[in-house]
């Protein structure tokens, strides 16, 4: 089954304690992005890349950190989380000749 | 920059009736695609239905069907004969068709079913 999945699913950890939010796509695309979902704000992308070895920052990069080591993974990472970085994470993928962007689960995050 | 809007942020609709949601863009691009997306209670984002910039035919999937005015830059999705599942929130997204793959989103529309 195609799929994005994301882990973990829900997370809650305090002020300046790194972390890392999974990503992995079973369907051989080359571009990933990252979505941070607030309310009243819709979602706002934070990273993206679009291939191995290439990242560069969306709309709200402060703060966050990727790496694209390899097709498959994107991991999202949180060197010292605050509490404005409460929110809801998504992850996506496409394929280089695909309409549709595939979301993972989504991630939600809260941090004290 | 590219910015869309969404100006309902909640909408309801007796069940078997008819609902149009608002969303208008702005872009200085000529070739670039629109989507609705569902995100139920569940979350998870859902594509709807999408709209190629350069395709004058408006799309529609089953009950789902958009008004695209290009010229005004409107992009309004309706959903006929509305069922209980239709309960979501719906965001209206804006792809360029060059560069960076992202998705700009407007701020959603929380759309209730009335049995």
């Known amino acids: 089954e195609a799929q994005v999945t994301q882990n973990p699913r829900y997370l809650i950890t305090v002020t300046g304690k790194k972390l890392t939010v999974t990503c992995s796509q079973n369907?051989?695309?080359?571009?990933m992005s990252w979505y941070r979902q607030d309310p009243g704000l819709g979602l706002r992308q934070i990273y993206y890349?679009?291939?191995?070895?290439?990242?560069d920052k969306g709309d709200v990069p402060e703060g966050y950190k990727v790496s694209r080591k390899e097709k498959r993974n994107f991991p999202l990472i949180l060197e010292s989380p605050s509490p404005n970085q409460t929110s809801l994470y998504f992850c996506?993928?496409?394929?280089?000749?695909?309409?549709?962007?595939?979301f993972g689960p989504g991630t939600r995050l809260t941090v004290l | 920059a590219q910015t869309v809007t969404q100006s309902q942020p909640e909408m309801s609709v007796q069940e078997a009736e008819t609902v149009t949601l608002s969303c208008t863009y702005d872009?200085?691009?000529?070739?670039?695609?629109l989507f609705w997306y569902k995100q139920p209670p569940s979350r998870q984002m859902i594509l709807v239905i999408r709209?190629?910039?350069?395709?004058?035919q408006n799309a529609t999937e089953n009950r789902f069907s958009v008004n695209f005015q290009k010229a005004a830059k409107s992009f309004s999705l309706k959903i006929s004969d509305s069922q209980l599942g239709d309960a979501a929130m719906y965001f209206c997204a804006y792809r360029s068709n060059f560069g960076n793959e992202k998705l700009t989103f407007g701020t959603g529309t929380r759309l209730t079913i009335i049995p």
């Open positions: 872009t200085s691009e000529s070739d670039y695609y």
């Open positions: 996506a993928s496409l394929g280089q000749w695909d309409y549709e962007q595939f």
């Open positions: 369907m051989n695309h080359e571009y």
């Open positions: 890349s679009m291939n191995v070895e290439v990242t």
């Open positions: 709209q190629e910039a350069y395709k004058q």
